[in-house]
Nanobody
Framework: QTHLVESGGGLVQPGGSLRLSCAASGFPLEYYAFAWFRQVPGKEREGVSC????????SYAESVKGRFTISRDNAKNTVYLQLNGLRPDDTATYYCAVRNTGRCGTYWSLVAPTDVWGQGTQVTVSS
C-alpha cells in the first residue's frame, strides 16, 4: 500500500530555513516523479516543486525559485524539500505527492486525480 509521510515542518523566523522530508513506502520509488504542494486555509493547493524519477529534472514555482531546492534519495525512499530564505507568505501546510509517471511534465503544478498524498507538515514563518 502506497504510504507517504511528511516531516520537518515547524515555526521559523523570516529568513530562516527548514528541510522537509517525504518518506515513501509500499511501492518502488525510483519509477515515479514526486511533487511538493502547499495549501493555506481557504485557498487551492499550490504546486511548489517537482522532481523526476531519477532526479535529473526539477521544476519550481516562480515564487520559490532560488530559495527552495527539491531532491531525492531513492536508496532511502525519501524526497526532500530544502526551504531557505523563508518568508511569511511561505506559511502553509506542505504536502508531498507521488505522480503516476516518472516525469514532471508541463502541468506538474496542477493537482492530478491520480496523485497520492501524505498527511502534510505545517510550516509557519513568523517573527
Amino acid at each position: 500500500q502506497t504510504h507517504l509521510v511528511e516531516s520537518g515542518g515547524g515555526l521559523v523566523q523570516p529568513g530562516g530555513s527548514l528541510r522537509l522530508s517525504c518518506a515513501a513506502s509500499g511501492f518502488p520509488l525510483e519509477y515515479y516523479a514526486f511533487a511538493w504542494f502547499r495549501q493555506v486555509p481557504g485557498k487551492e493547493r499550490e504546486g511548489v516543486s517537482c522532481i523526476s524519477d531519477s532526479g535529473d529534472s526539477t521544476s519550481y514555482a516562480e515564487s520559490v525559485k532560488g530559495r527552495f531546492t527539491i531532491s531525492r534519495d531513492n536508496a532511502k525512499n525519501t524526497v526532500y524539500l530544502q526551504l531557505n530564505g523563508l518568508r511569511p507568505d511561505d506559511t502553509a501546510t506542505y504536502y508531498c505527492a507521488v505522480r503516476n509517471t516518472g516525469r514532471c511534465g508541463t502541468y506538474w503544478s496542477l493537482v492530478a486525480p491520480t496523485d497520492v498524498w501524505g498527511q502534510g507538515t505545517q510550516v509557519t514563518v513568523s517573527s
